[in-house]
T-cell receptor
Framework: DGGITQSPKYLFRKEGQNVTLSCEQNLNHDAMYWYRQDPGQGLRLIYYSQIVNDFQKGDIAEGYSVSREKKESFPLTVTSAQKNPTAFYLC???????????FGSGTRLTVV | QKEVEQDPGPLSVPEGAIVSLNCTYSNSAFQYFMWYRQYSRKGPELLMYTYSSGNKEDGRFTAQVDKSSKYISLFIRDSQPSDSATYLCAMSVPPSNTGKLIFGQGTTLQVKP
């Protein structure tokens, strides 16, 4: 079955550590997105990529980095520069010209 | 003022009720409008996708767009306990070729048996 796989489901990070969240899709979608979800704030865009080897900052990119070396993969690194990383992170993908994202099941990151 | 406003609720209704969920927006350049349903600890799933003003129906769900008032609605008929979830409205951010969406904060709905 086609879909988006995010891993891990739960992730714990110590202060000062970088962590990487995985996002893989087998839908052959060109565009991929990372959103952050906090209680009462909806979804906020971190980074997005429309083609391989190219990506753009979203509204809250500070403290995050991404890469897009393969069409299927769009990993997100939460760096130690992100001051408040505890949140639910959602990866999504879409075909060109269609805004109906397919979302993964999310990764819940907690700083301990 | 946020570009998209959505009442977070929670909204509690009895089984079988008609539910009305709403979002208002400020940017007249928004073109595509979506409703997503999100169960607890899961990713959102697309429910409805609309472009023009008017109504679009899919089973028990009806999406309504009024571009002149900058107002969108989702109606759920004969609500079921399985409809209990958070409902997010979303709108396409111009320019249209970026694929970017802006989301409302979500309305939490509980349907009681």
């Amino acid at each position: 079955d086609g879909g988006i796989t995010q891993s891990p489901k739960y992730l714990f990070r110590k202060e000062g550590q970088n962590v990487t969240l995985s996002c893989e899709q087998n839908l052959n979608h060109d565009a991929m997105y990372w959103y952050r979800q906090d209680p009462g704030q909806g979804l906020r865009l971190i980074y997005y990529s429309q083609i391989v080897n190219d990506f753009q900052k979203g509204d809250i990119a500070e403290g995050y980095s991404v890469s897009r070396e393969k069409k299927e993969s769009f990993p997100l690194t939460v760096t130690s520069a992100q001051k408040n990383p505890t949140a639910f992170y959602l990866c999504a993908s879409s075909i060109e010209g269609f805004y109906g994202y397919t979302f993964g099941s999310g990764t819940r990151l907690t700083v301990v | 003022q946020k570009e998209v406003e959505q009442d977070p609720g929670p909204l509690s209704v009895p089984e079988g009720a008609i539910v009305s969920l709403n979002c208002t927006y400020s940017n007249s350049a928004f073109q595509y409008f979506m409703w997503y349903r999100q169960y607890s600890r899961k990713g959102p799933e697309l429910l409805m996708y609309t472009y023009s003003s008017g109504n679009k129906e899919d089973g028990r769900f009806t999406a309504q767009v009024d571009k002149s008032s900058k107002y969108i609605s989702l109606f759920i008929r004969d609500s079921q306990p399985s409809d209990s979830a958070t409902y997010l409205c979303a709108m396409s951010v111009p320019p249209s070729n970026t694929g970017k969406l802006i989301f409302g904060q979500g309305t939490t709905l509980q349907v009681k048996p």
